[in-house]
């Protein structure tokens, strides 16, 4: 079981351009996280997928747009990318909201 | 507003020198308080869940407490290979909220 996978690992965006981050879990996990992670701020909430079919708004959802894309698979767009949103992504999935997770190994995102 | 607090921000200890590290929380119906493991440049690997006051949960080194206001991970006679940063996150049941609330993590080095 490969768990939770992320691609790309490292990406270097322009202001202004897009991109999706994808993720994929093999555990037939229900629910499904976006995270990102910046330095003395610890790991803030995105947008989360409780089940397949829904999707609901985290801490941070200003300027990104996800889609679960059937139980396996949920992505992070950015449509227009700023500087304030190089960070380190994590996708996690868990079996259910009120289980633990799992993480995947993360995108290093870089917005020049 | 679920708030979690991790104290202290970084630790050092040596080799065999027991210590604990705490995680203080507030939130409306606690469903569950987890413990994760992350290593630089990883994603944060699950430890534990405590679902209750009183509950202990222990793996290898590792032990972990709940009371109704803090958990602590107690380490015994840690090894360089326990350095990590250790998150606390809980998660709550008010509003329909399935949001989990992380703390910032403590950094620990154990020196040989």
């Known amino acids: 079981n490969a768990g939770v996978t992320q691609t790309p690992k490292f990406q270097v965006l322009k202001t202004g351009q897009s991109m999706t981050l994808q993720c994929a879990q093999d555990?037939?996990?229900?629910?499904m996280y976006w995270y990102r992670q910046d330095p003395g701020m610890g790991l803030r909430l995105i947008y989360y997928s409780a089940s397949e079919g829904t999707t609901d708004k985290g801490e941070v959802p200003n300027g990104y747009n996800v889609s679960r894309l059937n139980k396996r698979e949920f992505s992070l767009r950015l449509e227009s990318a700023a500087p304030s949103q190089t960070s380190v992504y994590f996708c996690?999935?868990?079996?259910?909201?009120?289980?633990?997770?799992?993480f995947g190994p993360g995108t290093r995102l870089t917005v020049t | 507003e679920d708030q979690v607090t991790q104290s202290p921000e970084a630790l050092r200890l040596q080799e065999g020198e027991s210590s604990s590290l705490n995680c203080s929380y507030t939130v409306s119906g606690l469903r569950g308080l987890f413990w994760y493991r992350q290593d630089p440049g990883k994603g944060p690997e699950f430890l534990f869940t405590?679902?209750?006051a009183g509950e202990e949960k222990e793996k290898e080194r590792l032990k972990a407490t709940l009371t109704k206001k803090e958990s602590f991970l107690h380490i015994t006679a840690p090894k360089p290979e326990d350095s990590a940063t250790y998150l606390c996150?809980?998660?709550?049941?008010?509003?329909?909220?399935?949001?989990?609330?992380f703390g910032r993590g403590t950094s620990l080095i154990v020196h040989p």
């Open positions: 555990m037939n996990h229900n629910s």
């Open positions: 996150a809980v998660q709550g049941a008010s509003g329909g909220s399935y949001i989990p609330t």
């Open positions: 996690a999935s868990s079996a259910g909201v009120f289980y633990e997770q799992y």
């Open positions: 405590l679902y209750s």
